[in-house]
């Protein structure tokens, strides 16, 4: 029983967070079209973010900022390097996959390869059936959840939001009317990347940090956003506390590597049976 | 993307026996550390060729090259141990690599663009998982040692060149077939193939299975040149490769995906001397390049200097 509760509770922390991480790729790839693959590599590079402010300024509240500042300004340069090929889906896919081996190459080039850890920045805890059960999960998943209302808010209901939108929908149009697309789709990118970089600062103090972090959470990202659905912000919410969830059960019961093979192979499935998905996709992310 | 330099029967017979002289001689000129090299770069060539057959010639961005170099590899480990000759397990890799293509692709080939490239990418994964779990059949990370006994450097050296040669001239044929022919017109324009009544699943999941089938070779090769096979082998990253060597090398040209396995084979054994680590970054770097600046890679480039010079149309 306690073992369920501590999978169920765990499983929504953890979900938040996926979701924090999956609408920044939702914000480039759902509206926008272009496929982020350096998406984790942000995360990751957000991550050692908390890890040098804790380190080295002695602050890991202060990463809360850093981390999606520097990160967005990271998305960015992403976006103004790839702007000769971003209407063209397999080679911005390729393009951000040269993008991930620089920075998890020089994630391992500046701080090595040895796992790096953050302490918990408040250690009170409550008791869980017995067991001490961390708050600074909790504060995670509120902060999560209040960036991603945030995050809704600003694309559903402000004029940015439209605007964002509506250069996804036909490219051409919305220039014609004036909006700035490549504007918007650079702020496409910062969005992205500091939501990349809140994710990897919030998460630092419960993972430990490796340069490889970013790549195989880039892949779970992913498959969140396809079967949540392009560009639908709470429903890959949705989805990513349900993964993790259904992650954090099956490796309570059964171990870690089983637990992710079982969870790889459903959403697997999933992607393969649903005519939904397989049918609909956005405009840039067909063929080559 | 469409160039094809207009090749006659005496250009291809001149460049045949220039290129089969040249390797012929080669382990005469090298010490043993670098025919291990090229050998190793051989094979990784043939390896990124599979990838080259489904991804330039017809446009799936598959990330799941690794799947069917490790079954290849596990095939040739469990076909020694069964006591069958290299011939038979060489191809006993092609085969049961190709099923497993052929598996994979029929599930997959309906998926398009970047989420083909995720479903292949988490299929890797995926495979890479189950093997480091049941330890019982791959070894683990720890691996297995394939039982063989080693006829010399320079024998495996003359071994690989001969199937890779025979690969490479099988893919010459088949992009120069009709089917070939399909194939690339699927790449250019799904739309219009599908209408002129070619059914396009069909066409994909030959490539892939073919692709499949000759990504176990390599691994096969691989494995029985090493002497060694773990579940590393199907880990994703060497997917990348391929992907990597062929864009670099020139995706879409039978020889760029040789090329490009080559020439970073090369770089990175240069750069392991002086500093091991920064090799990925530089990697990453180069793709980056290559996709924004020169995407028909190296050997593209080539092509097009040299049609420049002849005034041709052949860049």
Known sequence: ?288 | MQTEASWNLGKLLTVLVVVLTGFGVLPLFLGRFQVVLVTEALILGVYALSFDLIFGYAGMLSFGQSIFFGVGAYTILYSFKGGLGLAVSLLLAVFVAGIFGLLVGSAIVRIKGAKFFLVTLVGSILFYLLALDNRWLTGGSDGMVVPTVFPGLVENYYLVLGVSLTTILFALILVKSPLGLVLKMIRDNERRAGLLGYSLKKYKVMTFTIGGGIAGLAGGLYAYTSGFVSAGFFHWTRSADAVVWTILGGAGTVVGPFVGAALLTVVRDTLSAVMGNIYPVVVGALLVLAVVVFPRGVFGLLERAVGNWKGGSGG
């Open chain 1, 1 to 288: 029983m306690s073992k369920l509760a501590f999978g169920l509770l765990n499983g929504v922390a953890w979900g938040t967070v996926l979701a924090l991480l999956s609408s920044g790729l939702n914000v480039v790839f759902g509206l926008m079209g272009t496929v982020n693959v350096a998406h984790g590599s942000l995360y990751m590079f957000g991550a050692y973010l908390a890890w040098i402010c804790f380190s080295f300024l002695d602050s890991f509240w202060l990463s809360l900022i850093v981390s999606p500042l520097t990160v967005g300004l990271v998305g960015v340069s992403i976006g103004l390097l790839l702007k000769p090929v971003r209407k063209d889906s397999i080679l911005t896919v390729l393009g951000t996959f040269g993008i991930t081996l620089v920075l998890q190459g020089s994630a391992l080039v500046l701080w090595g390869g040895t796992p790096r850890r953050v302490p918990l920045p408040f250690d009170s805890t409550f008791s869980l059936f017995g067991t001490g059960y961390s708050f600074y999960r909790i504060f995670v998943a509120l902060v999560s959840g209040l960036v991603l209302y945030c995050l809704w808010f600003l694309v559903e209901r402000t004029k940015f939001g439209l605007r964002l939108r509506a250069s996804r929908e036909d490219p051409e149009l919305s220039s014609a009317i004036g909006i700035p697309v490549f504007n918007l789709f650079l702020l496409g990118f910062a969005l992205g990347g500091a939501l990349a970089g809140l994710s990897g600062a919030l998460i630092a103090p419960l993972v430990s940090l490796t340069p490889g972090m970013g790549l195989r959470i880039f892949a779970i990202v992913f498959l969140i956003v396809i079967i949540g659905g392009l560009g639908k912000i709470w429903r890959s919410v949705v989805v990513a506390i349900y993964f993790s969830v259904f992650r954090g059960l099956a490796s309570v019961f059964l171990d870690s590597t089983k637990g992710l093979i079982l969870t790889f192979s459903l959403a697997l499935l999933v992607i393969l049976i649903n005519p939904r998905i397989l049918g609909r996709s956005s405009a840039n992310a067909n063929g080559s």
